[in-house]
């Protein structure tokens, strides 16, 4: 049950777009669709962004899009706004009805 | 509204027990899975444990295996989480969420600091 390994930190301008990678192993994000992306502003609940690797909940922006190459994940945010600003957390069904997070990547808006 | 709210958390000495609750509300409770998850402080989430609809199947990560409980009483819309020879590195805000293979929405998390 090893972390997914995403970079500590992201960064870009308002406007610019930003893509965060989650990288696991064929056990995990390699190997299922159930790759899901949560967004979390410190102090708040966590709020799910992106849910089996490409799907968007309703009431998220289109900005917000997920994606996945072997076992990496991606979420790439479009137009960014200073709202986006906020740590992102990538999760894996990791098989054997286990569930592994990311260490997670703090994306800071310029 | 959906609503998770989170309760129990609190200080407990290293070796000591706490159960939390979570309240869900807005939703029919007992047609999800649902999922506890915990971040440490200063570091990332981890996934703990998670409950079938009907409480029939229940995973743990290893680190928790056969030190803490999930469960649930549809009746009351109400999930557990029963948490027994705790160690410091338990310390952690605690979440609810509902879901299995992903998890919307969540609570705002409940405190537990171990002690040594």
């Known amino acids: 049950q090893s972390a997914l390994t995403q970079p500590p930190s992201a960064s870009g301008s308002p406007g610019q777009s930003v893509t965060i990678s989650c990288t696991g192993t064929s056990s995990d994000v390699g190997g299922y669709n159930y790759v899901s992306w949560y967004q979390h502003h410190p102090g708040k609940a966590p709020k799910l962004m992106i849910y089996e690797v490409i799907k968007r909940p309703s009431g998220v922006p289109d900005r917000f899009s997920g994606s996945k190459s072997g076992n990496t994940a991606s979420l790439t945010v479009s137009g960014l706004q200073a709202e986006d600003e906020a740590d992102y957390y990538c999760s894996s069904y990791a098989g054997s009805n286990e569930r592994v997070f990311g260490g997670g990547t703090k994306l800071t808006v310029l | 509204e959906v609503q998770l709210v989170e309760s129990g958390g609190g200080l407990v000495q290293r070796g000591g027990s706490l159960r939390l609750s979570c309240a869900a509300s807005?939703?029919?409770?007992?047609?999800?899975?649902m999922t506890w998850v915990r971040q440490a402080p200063g570091k990332g989430l981890e996934w703990v444990a998670n409950i079938k609809q009907d409480g029939g199947e229940k995973y743990y990560v290893d680190s928790v295996e056969g030190r803490f409980t999930i469960s649930r009483d549809n009746a009351k819309n109400s999930l557990y989480l029963q948490m027994n020879s705790l160690r410091v590195e338990d310390t952690a805000m605690y979440y609810c969420?509902?879901?299995?293979?992903?998890?919307?929405?969540w609570g705002q998390g409940t405190l537990v600091t171990v002690s040594s």
């Open positions: 807005g939703f029919s409770f007992a047609n999800f899975w």
């Open positions: 969420a509902r879901g299995k293979y992903d998890n919307d929405p």
